[in-house]
């Protein structure tokens, strides 16, 4: 199995952009996969962990309904904001500004070979991240992502995570709200769920968090959680 994954940092990024990006990996890593079980030969696979922002934009999964999105035409253009239909699971969500998306395309055949176990570990880096700064977080039955109180009234989300597989092979991941402008939230039924709010890190401490910072932090969690041999 190889541990080996190698960081990337793309920055402020348009979203398809990123997207046609990780499709490039995620295909070519499917592709070696498949010569492998064809000529029966045993090249290693490649794994990558992305971070990354994107300008305002909102995308709907593939079991996601489209009324969650709030906003027709004009008001996505009022709000400068663009919208995709995505190929990953989970319904309606936002992207922007001072909010670490993560793009980990890994072959799971390299760690383990079981989604829930994957997305509770990436759940669980970002727990942990939040943990040093002083957040208490953890998770929501029946929810994927990181929540603050819940199953309480108050329950709010900070990390929303939704995820392609295929031949084990991962892309999409998770959007965690460092210094995320929370009002574009009001736009749509955050991942199709109503009555739950959203927040973020500067909400909840009151003051804007060095980004860098908490990627470090963020990125140290998920290779110790995952046993990677970062590069």
């Given at each position: 199995?190889?541990?080996k994954?190698?960081?990337?940092?793309?920055?402020l990024i348009?979203?398809?952009?990123?997207?046609?990006?990780?499709?490039?990996?995620?295909?070519?890593?499917?592709?070696?996969?498949?010569?492998?079980?064809?000529?029966?030969?045993?090249?290693?696979?490649?794994?990558?962990?992305?971070?990354?922002?994107?300008?305002?934009?909102?995308?709907?999964?593939?079991?996601?309904?489209?009324?969650?999105?709030?906003l027709?035409?004009?008001?996505?253009?009022?709000?400068?904001?663009?919208?995709?239909?995505?190929?990953?699971?989970?319904?309606?969500?936002?992207?922007?500004?001072?909010?670490?998306?993560?793009?980990?395309?890994?072959?799971?055949?390299?760690?383990?070979?079981?989604?829930?176990?994957?997305?509770?570990t990436?759940?669980?880096?970002?727990?942990?991240?939040?943990?040093?700064?002083?957040?208490?977080?953890?998770?929501?039955?029946?929810?994927?992502?990181?929540?603050?109180?819940?199953?309480?009234?108050?329950?709010r989300?900070?990390?929303?995570?939704?995820?392609?597989?295929?031949?084990?092979?991962t892309?999409?991941?998770?959007?965690?709200?460092?210094?995320?402008?929370?009002?574009?939230?009001?736009?749509?039924?955050?991942?199709?769920?109503?009555?739950?709010?959203?927040?973020?890190m500067?909400?909840?401490?009151?003051y804007?968090?060095?980004?860098?910072?908490?990627?470090?932090?963020?990125?140290?969690?998920?290779?110790s959680?995952?046993?990677?041999e970062?590069?």
């Open positions: 199995m190889n541990k994954v190698e960081f990337t940092d793309w920055g348009d979203y398809q952009e990123a997207w046609n990006r990780q499709e490039a990996v995620f295909e070519a890593t499917v592709t070696l996969k498949t010569q492998n079980r064809t000529n029966r030969t045993q090249l290693e696979t490649p794994n990558y962990l992305i971070f990354c922002e994107h300008p305002h934009v909102y995308t709907l999964g593939k079991s996601g309904h489209q009324e969650n999105l709030l027709d035409e004009q008001g996505l253009a009022g709000k400068n904001a663009t919208y995709y239909k995505i190929n990953r699971g989970g319904d309606i969500t936002y992207h922007g500004p001072g909010q670490i998306v993560g793009y980990p395309i890994l072959d799971l055949d390299n760690f383990f070979t079981d989604i829930h176990l994957y997305l509770r990436l759940e669980e880096a970002v727990i942990l991240t939040l943990a040093d700064f002083g957040i208490a977080a953890g998770r929501y039955a029946g929810f994927t992502g990181v929540w603050l109180d819940a199953d309480k009234e108050k329950a989300k900070i990390c929303a995570m939704g995820v392609r597989c295929s031949r084990w092979v892309m999409h991941g998770f959007a965690f709200n460092v210094n995320a402008d929370l009002d574009y939230f009001k736009n749509i039924v955050p991942c199709g769920i109503d009555d739950k709010d959203v927040t973020s500067q909400r909840e401490l009151g804007v968090l060095d980004m860098e910072l908490v990627k470090d932090r963020l990125k140290l969690h998920i290779a959680l995952f046993k990677m970062m590069k």
